[in-house]
């Protein structure tokens, strides 16, 4: 799987709209994004995930580069309770297993 | 609703005692892992099993077994506990099949004195 580049952190005032950006430049055409969080002490949670489209549900869009080589994840109206880890993840489908890297701290902000 | 349980959530355990942690899904799913958490690791997989029946090593598979008679439950045992097992564990459960987004339970925290 293709390794993944964040930033360590970011802060993001309540309201408004967090953007968290991802590398993978050496992503391969068969390998998907996915995105996941992980709030204190819990379960990380499945966000989106994408292969060439930008791709929107009830709780962030993710936008891919024509290229694949970096997406970024949107959350629109960021509340204090988005505030977690945020890993950024490339694997291929069917793929047995994820590998998390050291994502990015989100803090958001009253 | 269906969902992902642990149990039990948290463990306090001596070396050398035998431990199970169990999980337990009511999705139906036929992929599950287990994986274990520690600062400065993230999250590591332990074991995984695409079906009953079926199960595979991980990359820190060392001093822990799984075993899969159902296709709701995967039981993680630790043979022997050594302190170098604290941690937290991660099950998760995916369905199978292209994307196979897995979708984990709230965690176990052992704690190997």
């Known amino acids: 799987d293709a390794k993944t580049t964040q930033p360590p952190s970011m802060d993001c005032a309540e309201g408004r709209a967090a953007n968290l950006p991802c590398n993978h430049s050496?992503?391969?055409?068969?390998?998907?994004v996915y995105w996941y969080r992980q709030i204190h002490s819990q379960g990380p949670q499945y966000i989106i995930h994408g292969l060439k489209n930008n791709e929107t549900n009830e709780m962030a869009s993710l936008i891919i580069t024509e290229d694949r080589k970096s997406s970024t994840l949107i959350l629109p109206h960021a509340t204090l309770r988005d505030t977690a880890v945020y890993y950024c993840?490339?694997?291929?489908?069917?793929?047995?297993?994820?590998?998390f890297g050291a994502g990015t701290i989100l803090r958001v902000k009253s | 609703d269906a969902e992902i349980t642990q149990s039990p959530r948290h463990k306090i355990t001596e070396t050398g005692r035998q431990v199970t942690l169990a999980c337990h899904q009511t999705w139906n799913h036929n992929n599950m892992f287990w994986y274990r958490q520690d600062l400065g690791h993230g999250l590591r997989l332990i074991h995984y099993?695409?079906?009953?029946?079926?199960?595979n090593k991980g990359e820190v598979s060392d001093g822990y077994s799984v075993s899969r008679s159902n296709t709701e439950d995967l039981p993680l045992t630790l043979e022997s506990a050594a302190s170098s097992q604290t941690s937290v564990y991660f099950c998760a459960s995916s369905e199978g099949g292209q994307g196979n987004t897995q979708y984990f339970g709230p965690g176990t925290r052992l704690t190997v004195l």
């Open positions: 993840i490339v694997r291929v489908a069917y793929g047995n297993k994820l590998v």
């Open positions: 050496t992503i391969s055409g068969n390998e998907y």
């Open positions: 099993s695409y079906g009953v029946q079926d199960t």
